[in-house]
């Protein structure tokens, strides 16, 4: 069995009910459900949520709820690496018939089926116990900067100061889409950003955190401009 769990609580606080507000048109949870349905990767998805309205919702986006979320699992401090084991001890009766279990966030709009699929062949293909969509840094991190409390200028790296940004090393952050992972590594709490993982990267203009309202716009600008709606 292949299992796609969508965490979705109802206590979204600097975006409220973010998880169902309109995004261009459709519930923002619509775009996750979706994708992973056209992925043809899962025989079951499930949304890991709280709260009733969310819940019947995606039921009707053609999600399964075999259970709500319990209240110590549902506050702003809970990690996902607990609501994703919990959502699999509450979903499947035997763990051995679990292959894979990818963790599929529910404000992920840009997430595409074909990555899904992508990284689920690389999880399989590999000895990796996690793989998780990410992408490119669009700067030098070698090359940031920070702001003192006197208001002063300071390099995080003052020794690439001279050194040509060709000439350093990329790096990369997780895209905050989806996270395939070992039934046994999500319950046995493993970290995911760790040298057991692998990553399928995606390009930069797919990639967008959806935090705060400034970022809320700007993620549909760029939705529309690409020809997605």
């Known amino acids: 069995m292949k299992l796609a769990v969508i965490p979705a609580r109802g206590g979204s ?22 994708a992973a349905l056209q992925s043809g990767c899962f025989d079951k998805i499930v949304v890991s949520t709280d709260d009733e309205e969310i819940a019947t ?3 009707s986006l053609g999600a399964d709820i075999p259970f709500m979320r319990p209240k110590e699992l549902s506050d702003d401090h809970t990690a996902t690496i607990p609501v994703i084991a919990h959502a699999i001890t509450a979903s499947v009766h035997d763990l051995s018939e679990v292959e894979a279990v990818c963790c599929l966030y529910a ?13 689920y062949k690389k999880l399989l293909a590999s000895q990796s116990e996690y793989c998780f969509s990410a992408t490119s840094f669009p700067f030098p991190i070698q090359r940031a900067i920070k702001l003192r409390e006197d208001g ?4 995080f790296y003052p020794e690439h100061f001279g050194t040509r940004s060709q000439d350093l090393e990329e790096a990369y952050h997780d895209a905050g889409q989806f996270y395939w992972g070992r039934p046994q590594a999500w319950l046995e709490g493993k970290m995911i950003f760790a040298p057991h993982s692998s990553v399928v990267l995606l390009p930069r203009h797919l990639v967008q955190d959806i935090d705060t309202p400034e970022d809320w716009t700007r993620a549909e600008f760029m939705y529309k401009a690409m020809g997605l709606s």
């Open 13 to 34: 606080k600097r975006i409220p009910r973010k998880n169902i507000k309109a995004f261009c048109g459709k519930p923002m949870i619509a775009y996750s459900i979706e």
């Open 152 to 155: 002063a200028v300071e390099m």
């Open 107 to 119: 404000t992920a709009p840009f997430v595409q089926p074909n990555y899904i699929q992508e990284a």
């Open 57 to 59: 919702l995606a039921q």
